[in-house]
C-alpha cells in the first residue's frame, strides 16, 4: 500500500525535524519534504504533489493562514494546522478550520520537543484522516472568512412560517455529536435555528483551551445563545452548550429541569470529551424528548448510544456522505439502526425546525 506523503510547514528547525522524526517512523506514511516558510511550501508543494501538509500558523514572509486562503483556492488539498496553544492561536485555529482545514494539533508554548513527542499519536492520526478526507476548493468569489466546508458552499437555507417552538422549548432537547469536520457542520446547523428553539447540547471533541472561543465565535453568529457548558448550571431554551475541551458532557434532570452535568473522568472510545457520554445521558433522562444529530467526524464515537437515544423514543437524524468531512461517525450511527433520517448538511436545521414545528401543530391540533 502507497505510504501517505506528508511535507511539513514551519518556521521553528526544531519543529520541522520533530514532526519529520514522527512522521517516518509510521509504517504507513513518510515526510518528503519539510519547508521553513509558504514559499519554500509552495514550490514543494507544486515539485512533490504531497498528500497531506502539516502548517504552522505563525511564519515569516506569510502567515499560515493567508497561505491556507490561497492554497484552498488554488490547489486544495488536506491540511492539518499545528497551532500554539494561546488565545490567539485559537482565534486563528478557528478561522483555519473555517477555510478548510481538515483539523489541528495544539502544540505546547514550552517543552515543544517532549511536547510532540507526547502528540506523535494524535499527530498521526489525524494526518491518516486528512489523506482520506474529502477536500473543496474555496470559492473564488467568496471572502475569506466564508464558510468552505463540505456540504455547506452557500448559507444553508432558513426555514419559514409555521407553528412557534415555545410550547416545546422547555421539553424538548436537541443533542449534537461531531468531530473531524465538525466546527464548521455544526455552525452552519446552528445559524439555521431560530431564537426560540428547543436547548442543543454539543459535544465536539475538541481539546482544552479551544472550545471557549469556538463557543463565542458560534454565539455571535447565532441567533440562539451559545456558551461552553458549565457544570450544574440549568440548561435553557434558546441556548446551546458545547463540551468544555477535555472533559465530559452529560444532562440530568432536576425536577422539572435539565441540568448540564460538566465531569472529568476517563476517555471513552478513546475521546474525552466523548458523544458517547453525551448521547447515553440523552437515552436515559430525556428519551422521548430527545433529538439527535451525528455530524461528520472519524470513529463510531455516539454510534451505540445514538441507538439508545432512538430506542428510548427519540428522533434521530445523521448528515449524508457527500457532505461529510469524514463519513466515520454517521456510517456507524446508520450500521447501527440508530438513525430515522439521513439528510445533507445544509437541510438538517431546516429539518429538524419543521420536524418540531410538526409536533407542535400536532399537539395543538387535539387541543
Known sequence: MAKIRVVVVDDSALVRSMLSEIINRQHDMECIGAASDPF???EMIRNLNPDVITLDVEMPRMDGIDFLSKLMRLRPMPVVMVSTLTERGADVTLKALELGAIDFVAKPKIGVADGLRQLADDITDKVRIASKARIHRLPTSTPAASSTQAGAPTPAVKPTGGATLGRLSTEKLVFIGASTGGTEATKDVLMTLPADFPAVVITQHMPPGFTRNYAARLDSLCKISVKEAQDGERILPGHAYIAP????LSVERSGANYIA?????EPVNRHKPSVEVLFKSA????GPNAIGIMLTGMGADGAKAMREMRDAGAYCVAQDEA???VFGMPREAIAAGAVQDVLPLNKIGAHVVDHLRATVGQALSRV
Open 245 to 248: 475541551g477535555g472533559l465530559h
Open 323 to 325: 457532505s461529510c468531512v
Open 40 to 42: 519554500v511550501a509552495r
Open 283 to 286: 437515552a436515559r433522562v430525556v
Open 261 to 265: 452535568r460538566v465531569q472529568d473522568g
